[in-house]
């Protein structure tokens, strides 16, 4: 066998993400989840098992912060508490992972390390690879904006492959205010028996790839739900024949299928892992545990189990078609009112999303419509001249002073904290620190209470108050500038017979 066959292709082994365009963040302290957990030496879930704060929102303790301190076992991505994994050769699908131990369901079984880059540049590296020839995938999404590519710089996690029942899942954790992609075990897993996730929204590869996975629900294609997957434009080269049926041995019926699948395995030793090549890399697995089989001797391999296939359930976030206001008044538009358009709490990092970019999903989504939040505004002079009272007149500018006076507050915050909002849009585009995020929850809800309080005010004095005389106003009942249609039948009516209804009393 070539070299080329004999060891997967040279590749940097990590176990830490390696931050290619921009700086790994620094966690704020008040950013830092501090959890409730008390070490219990009789207990060993006590410190930060289960029902640990952290652990149920994906959160991992921070060190020196957590109450159960050394005890914490909550901390094992930064611990790099791995499974212990083991390096084979398929039959045509390259290279893949297998348990060396049994490994539980639930159990945390790597973390996928790799080069964190942007999704542009996931892209371009994609489309890289693949005039490169690069027949193997490893770039994965870690958000909406940026990725994690494995192809040169990676962990063990790189390796396992693909399959449409997968004993296996990917999951994100926030760590020291970072997300990481860890692979978690979906059922029990016996040792010996290959380790595969669904690749589908994940996969960024940029080619088609037939799926080998085998399992009977197998949807024929590697990621062939994901949208790197639907954006790749590829051609099946004639003479590419590794991932083709044929090279797969077939089992016409259960009887004919080994119980297990003596499959070529590579088994270094540490020394060997670690060693250099000479070209900058390393080979294989340093930090890892010596493998468990001695060195050449075949192993038995498990198939991978056949459950149902369960799918991904995540939900691309694309605005819905349910705008009911008209293009023009998208048009009139300010940018900065759709700057303060949103805040959602992200519960897997808990921080805080200031959406300063109500573009940017459409860069992600070309065909989507972006869903704006179009308030008319209300003209208020020509809700005042149809008032006869000077003190209703009075109070509507005074609530429109105090909203006028929230919006602009919540300008003059914008501007100062837009630094801080643009540099996180750049490192991650995904939070901002609580107390910038808090800043500017109550500067919008200020705002929103001024607002509710000038439309009722406006509400309560057009439908308790006199009107100016008809001749003074513009079309019976409706005030067409504005946007406040007057009930032309109820109120209007009843007023011009000097009483006004509401609620069908008669006052
Ligand atoms: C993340 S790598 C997995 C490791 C890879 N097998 C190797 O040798 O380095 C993903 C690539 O493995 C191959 N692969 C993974 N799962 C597969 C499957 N179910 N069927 C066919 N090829 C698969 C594809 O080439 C894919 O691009």
Redesign the pocket.
Known sequence: MDQQNEW??PYKHIERNDFVHRKHKKQKEEDIAVCVCRYDANDPESACGGSCLNVLTSTECTPGYCPCGNFCKNQKFQKCEYAKLQLF??E??????LAAEDIKAGQFVIEYCGEVISCQEAKWRAQRYEVEG?????I?SLDAYESID?TSKGSL????????QPNCETRKWNVLGEVRVGIFAKQDINAGTEL?YD?NFEWY?G?K??????APS?SGF?GAKSRGFQEATYLWEDGDT??SIENVPVYDSEEDEPATKILKAIVPVKDEMMADDGSGYLLGVDGMEPILFPHSQPISVEPLNSLPMEMDGLKNEIPGEDNNYSEDAQQRLTQKSTMISRIRSNSACRNYHIDSSPTKNSAFYPNAKSKTNVRRQVNIKSVTDRLASEDACQEIFSCEESRNLAASQLDALYDEIRPAIEEHERDTQDSVPTSVAEKWIEASCNKLKAEFDLYSSIIKNITCTPRRAENNMGPQGVATENGIKLLENGIVKSEMQGVVSLNGSTF
């Open positions: 997967p292709a050769k398929t045509g699908r390259g290279w893949g992972l690069l027949k193997d995938a490893f994965i494995a996690a790189r390796f396992i492959n693909h399959s449409c595969a690749y590869g080619a790839v037939r799926c080998l996975c085998g197998c590697l590794r991932y």
